[in-house]
């Protein structure tokens, strides 16, 4: 049985109405499964949570906020949000919009209405990557969380060094509500060790995005301590670290179930405590370039024509971090020139916070961008993706978060620069 | 007939076919494609999930390891129960994980939906378990198997 603070027990009790109760219950059954003793107090300044998107088959969301609100229910603390699934500026067409706008995601301004009742923090609080500066919502070092978005806990846990357990959906707008999380796995410093040992062995720098994938695989929901990448990415904390760091965990999170990982020489707390994070009976994952393609060559194309001309690119899932979205209008703009063409040879969207979007408004950057044809976008690439009328259409991403959930067909990031700028393209 | 024991996390006792994931379940990848098309039987959509991909999951008894993937899992699992199309049960082999335990608790809180739940049956069970074959689940945890 959980030890409750009086409040904490009041509110069980009913003391402030059957809705706060059966919340309370919910989050007091759910740190009994995992045999946590007592409540954290959340110490985070926002929550942050998962279900951004107003789609209409999710209509039970929509109907326990409306019991929540009519119950007088308010986060303790403001929240930021995933992505929104809708932008006017991403290529469609007609059919689509019609299903989009009419259909699909008919719900979004009710359900944003709901979320602004309860505590969003503001209108433009829209991105997985709430932890960029330019988005406002970053912990420090220690804070507890009530988060969920499986890339946001992991980059918050392993690259910042909060603690924050992979919470569900409505399970994190819980513990806002209330301020207090069950203490248990990735709150405790017992839950942040280490049961497997990877070492890289790679002849470069594997892709963040297939080394992410390789281990959330293999490990799922373990705590990895990786081996072998100071070597490549040094022992400082620079923004293309914190980039590959955020591919990285997003993909061990989507491919496998990773909350935490630690970096040997890297992360803070492999920093701070070194080897002493690793269990003694931790196992062992050796990942050399063998392994690295026996990965790539795992992964199914489920394009009903494995041949199709792309027709549509998307970069950016998890959002891309400003150094990310600058490097990638450079790339793109000067392989489109190099090779003689006036835009890309495929419809490119480079997905990015709005904090983001709106700190390069005005820059050469942007320019470039609209001069061969890029798109650029708040938007949930995975949203977009998600829906039978784009299943058939043949997409390509570096994503291996949008690889795993949609039928978008996976390359490697020089592998997509080269498609989209046409390179040995005659 | 083979008998298994675990961990009831949601009580309650039903009569379901197995439907098998030797692999982590990947709960948002599965039911997407369903929830979008309306399909009332819950049809997996989950492309690297081979064991279930495009095999219908309302109303079996889910065998699974432990749930993996996005964080919205809980949310999709209460949705779907709201919605009459979860498995009548979830019988995982190992401690079930924060986003799988969500999504029971959900249901069995907010939502009138029955799903009993077992959790830590063994790899044993899951080695055992076929799909197709017919389970009984009991109460204090006993799951029955019977081909």
New interface residues.
Partial sequence: MMRLTTEQQEILDGKKGETYAKIMETLVRYGELFGAEEMAEVTGQYGHLVTSFGLQVIDPVYKLMDELISAGVVSKQKFTMDPRPLDKNVPSGPIKDLVFYKFMYSEQKRYEKQLSKLGLKSSDAFSCACYFEEQGNRPKKGDILSWAESSAVVYANSVLGARCNRNSGIIELFGSILGCVPKFGLLTDEGRKATWRIEVKTSKLPSAQVLGSAIGMKVMEDVPYVFGLDEFLGDKLTPEVCTYLKNFGAATASNGAVGLYHIDKLTPEATELGTKLITDDARTYIIDDAEIKRVIDSYPIIWKNPDAKPKMCFIGCPHLSKTELLGWIHDIYEGVKENGLRTTTVPTVLTSAPGVIESIKGCKEESMAEEIGLTISYICPLMYCDNPLVHSMPIITNSNKLRTYTSCRFYEDDQILDIITGKGRK | MKEFKGRV?IPGECSAQALVSHG?F?T??SY??S????DKKATCSD??NPDIYKKPMAGVALCL????????????L??AA??GRQPACMLFSKP????G???V??AD???DAKMPTIDSLGDEFLDYVKTGMNITVKEGGVVQITE
């Fill in positions: 996390l982590g990947n948002l990848a997407q494609t929830f979008l098309t309306g492309q690297n390891p432990q749930t993996i993937g996005s964080t919205t899992g809980g949310m999709i209460f949705t709201d919605s079930i994980d924060s986003i335990a969500a999504g608790l959900l809180i907010w939502t």
